[in-house]
């Protein structure tokens, strides 16, 4: 298993040599702001502490501990601390190609 670290932010990035389609990124106590900006992989993120202000789609989303958020390949969108205060969360990246041909080979 593949880990590196980011010292200005408590995160970290895990992969597995048998998954390298999928990247698990960590944060923790964050109150660490984003500027508009896309992914090439299917992303999943769970709320696991605080709340979290999306902005997805033309619109504006609060994402509470407990719940997940999806965002497709290439859509901008930006999630930050909402109010200012801490939040932690997992987001799983996945590959859209290796997840497109996985839906298709069903």
Known sequence: MTQKTTKQIDQSFKSHP???QLELRSTYNSKQAYKAHSHS???IGAIERGTTQI??????HLANEGQLVLIE???VHSC????GQQR??????IDNQW???KLTSL
């Open 18 to 20: 048998s998954f390298p």
């Open 41 to 43: 992989e299917f992303s």
């Open 55 to 60: 902005q997805y789609a033309g619109k504006s």
């Open 73 to 75: 390949p290439h859509k």
């Open 80 to 83: 930050n601390p909402y109010g």
């Open 88 to 93: 932690s969360y997992q987001m799983l990246y």
């Open 99 to 101: 997840y497109q041909n």
